[in-house]
């Protein structure tokens, strides 16, 4: 079994800047892909970013690109969501998962099996 913990999240103006944090128990994470999602009030859940367990692949969604940036320790068990320019758009419950299998980050959230209960993250203008 595996716990996964966000914490980071906060409210912020626009323009600022956040790091999210995702610390496991349980289980290392060494060996699984990571990735980040957010759900904002009334939409899906989204991806946003993806990391590969050795860290030599990273993925970002198109609107995040540029302004956030994934890492991890696996001799932490933490993964790191570093989050710049933000805005208010960028507004969502933002939750770390453990992805099943797999060396790429996988993009869906059927691909990841298991999950925190997320960190809000509000910004406003």
């Given at each position: ?27 290392t994470l060494s060996s699984y ?82 999950w925190g209960r997320g960190t ?6």
């Amino acid at each position: 079994q595996v716990q996964l913990v966000e914490s980071g999240g906060g409210l912020v103006q626009a323009g600022d800047s956040l790091r999210l944090s995702c610390a496991a128990s349980g289980r290392t994470l060494s060996s699984y892909a990571m990735g980040w999602f957010r759900q904002a009030p009334g939409k899906e859940r989204e991806f946003v970013s993806g990391i590969s367990w050795r860290s030599e692949y990273t993925f970002y969604a198109a609107s995040v690109k540029g302004r956030f940036a994934i890492s991890r320790d696996n001799a932490k068990n933490t993964v790191f969501l570093q989050m710049n320019s933000l805005k208010p758009e960028d507004t969502a419950v933002y939750y770390c998962a453990r992805q099943r299998q797999g060396t790429l980050p996988a993009r869906v959230g059927r691909e990841y099996d298991y999950w925190g209960r997320g960190t809000q993250v509000t910004v406003s203008s």
